[in-house]
């Protein structure tokens, strides 16, 4: 199947799912879809704890849900896994890089074409990546970044190692010329949302010679609703709010025991505040919050709705007995988990159609593109590497 049949099979199962995952769990006071018996009883059927065990693998979560909603299980096609050239690499490339980064960064260089001219790194951080492929490839590198900070580090850790690798601040949305020439090729390892647009962009214009990119954070841009790219996209019936892609991101591969007990926490006083505000307001109606710091889940829940009150200017009633909004937002954490189920099974299936928009794009432009996976899931989820040649 080519590109533009499997964007076509995946935007027909998207638009005609709508129901199942273009939601917003957190407004939702009890399980939606009561006219779909079957698929209630699976859900009532759930706990926390199965709900938690099938979200980790989007395979199992296809399986469990689309028989209940009468979708094909082979809705998105398996990407291929090449077979990565195996480059030995010294400890001091990889000083300072966390394991699973150092994994990914590996692992995706290893699939880069093997080259002779400079390559540009686009949104490059410290220049890891371009440092390990101009190490091995032997050729120029060019790190472009928005932070200045991040540029000196980058530059002094390649002047140590004797690798040619120099730095060029500059924010990429905003600049008046292009950084990228035709004769370069191009890799940006997760660069976020507008940022890599951007750089796909600039490629059908300039037309530079190879493209390795692994998009990342696709919710991300200016635009309070997605601008598609390829045709094929921009002739859609989907029209994508900035949380309806942020559900194609909505995976955790490997979190410990306090990051965990810290998202219960925070789901469970959003919860709790969002029946307390719908009280104080007289508005049954759901009132999203703006996201918080971490330490704030070691206080208490009344100093918890304290500061929610102050961000929408409501006044908490002192005697109101706050542990009763508590424990009920307890009991709807699982109603909560129960209806994300249902979404997250369409969270690979979304970030398809994302890549798929990108790859269609690239192909009207004149790139040949293959689209395959370069590390596992459980070493990043965003795990799919785009890679295009100029015809």
């Known amino acids: 199947m080519d590109f533009q049949q499997q964007f076509n099979q995946v935007d027909q199962l998207l638009s005609s799912t709508r129901q199942y995952w273009q939601i917003l769990p957190f407004a939702h006071?009890?399980?939606?879809?009561?006219?779909?018996i079957?698929?209630?009883?699976?859900?009532?059927?759930?706990?926390?704890?199965?709900?938690?065990?099938?979200d980790s693998n989007d395979q199992l979560l296809r399986t469990a849900i689309f028989p209940l909603i009468n979708q094909s299980l082979e809705c998105i096609s398996v990407l291929p896994e090449?077979?990565?050239?195996?480059?030995?690499?010294?400890?001091?490339?990889?000083?300072?890089?966390?394991?699973?980064?150092?994994?990914?960064i590996e692992q995706f260089e290893s699939l880069v074409p093997t080259g002779k001219g400079q390559l540009l790194e686009w949104c490059a951080g410290k220049g890891h990546l371009g440092r390990l492929i101009g190490y091995h490839q032997q050729r120029p590198i060019v790190s472009v970044e928005w932070q200045q900070a991040l540029c000196d580090q980058?530059?002094?850790?390649?002047?140590?190692?004797?690798?040619?690798?120099?730095?060029?601040q500059a924010d990429v949305l905003s600049l008046n010329k292009s950084l990228i020439k035709p004769e370069h090729q191009v890799v940006a390892l997760h660069a976020c949302g507008d940022l890599h647009v951007e750089l796909l962009k600039q490629a059908a214009k300039i037309k530079p010679t190879q493209?390795?990119?692994?998009?990342?954070?696709?919710?991300?841009?200016?635009?309070?609703?997605?601008?598609?790219?390829?045709?094929?996209?921009?002739?859609?019936?989907l029209v994508l709010t900035k949380?309806?892609?942020?559900?194609?991101?909505?995976?955790?591969?490997v979190a410990g025991q306090r990051v965990r007990q810290h998202r219960v926490t925070e789901v469970t006083w959003r919860l709790g505040f969002d029946l307390l505000q719908r009280h104080l307001r007289g508005i049954d109606q759901y009132l999203p919050l703006p996201s918080i710091r971490q330490s704030m889940l070691v206080g208490t829940f009344s100093q918890f709705c304290q500061w929610a009150c102050d961000q929408k200017n409501l006044k908490l009633d002192q005697d109101l007995d706050l542990s009763v909004?508590?424990?009920?937002?307890?009991?709807?954490?699982?109603?909560?988990?129960?209806?994300?189920?249902?979404t997250h099974a369409f969270r690979q299936v979304l970030e398809r159609w994302l890549l798929l928009d990108r790859v269609l794009y690239l192909q009207q432009h004149g790139y040949t593109v293959e689209l395959s996976r370069f590390c596992p899931a459980e070493v990043t989820p965003r795990n799919i590497m785009i890679n295009a040649s100029i015809r």
Not at 154 to 168: C, N, P, R, T
């Open 29 to 36: 006071l009890s399980v939606l879809w009561a006219d779909n």
């Open 38 to 54: 079957a698929l209630t009883n699976y859900l009532n059927s759930l706990s926390v704890a199965d709900i938690d065990m099938l």
């Open 82 to 104: 090449p077979i990565s050239q195996q480059f030995f690499s010294p400890d001091r490339l990889k000083a300072s890089i966390k394991g699973r980064k150092w994994q990914q």
């Open 154 to 168: 980058g530059q002094a850790m390649s002047d140590k190692l004797d690798i040619e690798q120099s730095f060029v």
């Open 211 to 237: 493209l390795s990119v692994a998009p990342c954070c696709y919710h991300l841009i200016n635009n309070d609703i997605y601008q598609a790219l390829s045709e094929a996209g921009q002739n859609s019936e």
């Open 243 to 253: 949380r309806d892609l942020n559900l194609a991101t909505q995976k955790v591969v």
């Open 325 to 342: 909004f508590e424990a009920a937002g307890g009991q709807r954490r699982i109603i909560n988990a129960r209806i994300e189920h249902v």
